[in-house]
């Protein structure tokens, strides 16, 4: 199994964290676009979601990074459509850890984040390669520039001390960690709410501007 990475610490070292996970939800964007004009065509796959067959068994060997792990964790306790759905999630998580053998070689399982036909954490914590990949399997420039942008987040943070591994096997590490760095909000929630605080700066100062004319 994974070792936690990253205790909460100091304030410093939290505010890194909570940074890298901003970060980290805004190399989403481009993808998203990405996948919504190759989806254009395809009826039925609105929004980017990958095929589900490809989130199960055999096709899924999907693997993601620590700072990954941490993000999805956070949003499951924090994140109003997640509520409720830890306990089906941990038990398809045990079922799939069953599949799989402890080490960061890509192996075959049934992601525990489908719910369904659809990805639990879709909008909120998606692994950069879940929205990255291709039907091809293959990486477009944005995909691959997304991926080296999440592992020198994860370098920063931990220096040579991050895993790369099963989705199963780094949700369960985390998502039962009550303590760690798995406690806060998760990165897209942390991005929402720095824009709204710079707006509310900048209607400030535009205020401010105003009254002294
Ligand atoms: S995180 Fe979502 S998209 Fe990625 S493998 Fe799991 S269910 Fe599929």
């Known amino acids: 199994m994974a070792r936690k990475r990253g205790g909460r610490g100091s304030s410093s070292r939290t505010d890194m964290l909570d940074e890298a996970l901003v970060s980290l939800d ?3 964007g481009p993808l998203f676009l990405e996948k919504q004009e190759q989806n254009s065509n395809t ?3 609105p929004d980017g979601h990958r095929d589900p067959n490809c989130c199960r068994r055999p096709q899924n060997r999907m693997r993601i990074s620590d700072l990954e792990a941490i993000d999805i964790s956070r949003a499951f306790s924090e994140k109003p459509h997640l509520k409720g759905k830890l306990n089906k ?4 998580m045990g079922q799939s850890l069953t599949f799989i053998g402890d080490t960061n070689k890509a192996q075959p399982y ?7 036909e659809t990805c639990l954490v879709h909008r909120s914590a998606k692994p950069i390669e879940c929205l990255a990949i291709r039907d091809d399997e293959s990486f477009s420039s944005e995909g691959k520039r997304s991926i080296v942008r999440r592992d020198q987040l994860n370098k920063d943070l931990f220096a040579d001390k991050w895993d790369y591994k099963s989705i199963p096997l780094m949700l369960a590490t985390y998502l039962l960690d009550a303590e760690g760095p ?7 929630t942390l991005r929402k709410e720095q824009q ?12 401010t501007e105003d009254r002294s004319k």
């Open 110 to 116: 049934t992601c525990p984040l489908l719910d369904g």
């Open 43 to 45: 009826p039925g796959r």
């Open 89 to 92: 999630v941990l038990a398809k």
């Open 196 to 207: 709204k605080k710079k707006r509310r700066e900048s209607t400030g100062r535009l205020d």
């Open 26 to 28: 805004r190399s989403r």
């Open 182 to 188: 798995a406690l806060g909000k998760s990165g897209s």
